[in-house]
């Protein structure tokens, strides 16, 4: 069945670094566009990042930008999302999600939680 | 960017009950808005994309309506699966944004 199943969260310290993995399966990876979604504690839904599926396209949130980057390797069935200079208020529930027309699908989250 | 506001952030209901929720973008949006479900500590559930197209398996109680910067769910009739927070977002333009939530609780 299609499934996302995401990892690499963590706790850090403000001002490291983390990267995130969602590995992908049931699907055909290659030609889904990709998404994270993040949510704090709490919280709603705050959209972080978007990639196309040859992963030249590129958008990230205001909130992340010059700080995260999105990436995918579709000979892994993987998208990344790699976390710099992290933030107090970076602490979430982070999700990937395929995009089909909308976030179709989702994984089941990893936790962040940047601390000192 | 586009802002959407949900309205009511929580509204309290009964089983068999029919309840609507907002939801208004700051500037318009088409017919570019889908409605997600989540649970608490799970995953969001897409519902219905285009405004008004319910994803397959969605019950036929749950309806989308509106265009341009107006847009409405509604629940015609609550089950108890339905109570849960549900968020609008729209996919017009880049940052894609979701309301802020509107939690279903029971009265």
């Known amino acids: 069945q299609v499934q996302l199943v995401e990892s690499g969260g963590g706790v850090v310290q403000p001002g490291n670094s983390l990267r995130l993995s969602c590995a992908a399966s049931g699907f055909i990876f290659r030609t889904s566009p990709m998404h994270w979604v993040r949510q704090a504690p709490g919280k709603g839904l705050e959209w972080v990042a978007f990639i196309d599926s040859h992963g030249f396209e590129k958008f990230l949130a205001d909130s992340v930008q010059g700080r995260f980057i999105i990436s995918r390797d579709n000979s892994m069935n993987k998208v990344s999302l790699q976390m710099n200079s992290l933030r107090v208020e970076d602490t979430a529930v982070y999700f990937c999600?395929?995009?089909?027309?909308?976030?179709?699908?989702w994984g089941q989250g990893t936790t962040v939680t940047v601390s000192s | 960017d586009i802002q959407m506001t949900q309205s009511p952030s929580t509204l309290a209901a009964s089983v068999g009950d029919r309840v609507t929720i907002t939801c208004r973008a700051s500037?318009?949006?088409?017919?570019?808005l889908a409605w997600y479900q989540q649970k608490p500590g799970k995953a969001p559930k897409f519902l219905i994309y285009?405004?008004?197209t319910l994803q397959t398996e969605v019950p036929s109680r749950f309806s989308g309506s509106g265009s341009g910067t107006e847009f409405s769910l509604t629940i015609s009739s609550l089950q108890p699966d339905d109570f849960a927070t549900y968020y609008c977002?729209?996919?017009?333009?880049?940052?894609?944004?979701f309301g802020q939530g509107t939690k279903l609780e029971v009265k």
């Open positions: 999600a395929r995009e089909v027309a909308v976030l179709d699908v």
């Open positions: 500037q318009s949006i088409s017919n570019w």
């Open positions: 977002q729209q996919y017009d333009t880049y940052p894609w944004t």
């Open positions: 285009k405004t008004s």
